[in-house]
């Protein structure tokens, strides 16, 4: 198991959900998705992903995916 797989898993289960931008900004990972494929693997776990959007620094309308250990909720 990677030390990238436990520290994300450990956030998901603390923090509830995850995006590519906290991943990079508190463990240094560039590439979040792979992380998220080695956890599905080595715990045999269901990881949610669903889609946000929001605007960038130039007003820019932009989506990121949300991964979570948990359905988003309606």
């Known amino acids: ?16 959900t995850i995006t590519n931008a ?3 900004n508190l463990y240094g990972i560039r590439h979040l ?3 998220i494929r080695d956890i599905k693997k080595i715990y045999n776990i269901m990881i949610f ?3 946000a959007t ?7 309308k932009v ?10 909720e309606a």
Do not use: C
């Open 1 to 16: 198991m990677t030390t990238q797989a436990k520290r994300i898993y450990n956030h998901l289960i603390k923090e509830g």
């Open 54 to 60: 929001g605007k960038n620094r130039f007003g820019e």
């Open 22 to 24: 906290q991943a990079h």
């Open 33 to 35: 998705p792979a992380v």
């Open 49 to 51: 992903d669903w889609s």
């Open 63 to 72: 989506w990121w995916k949300v991964y979570s250990l948990n359905e988003k």
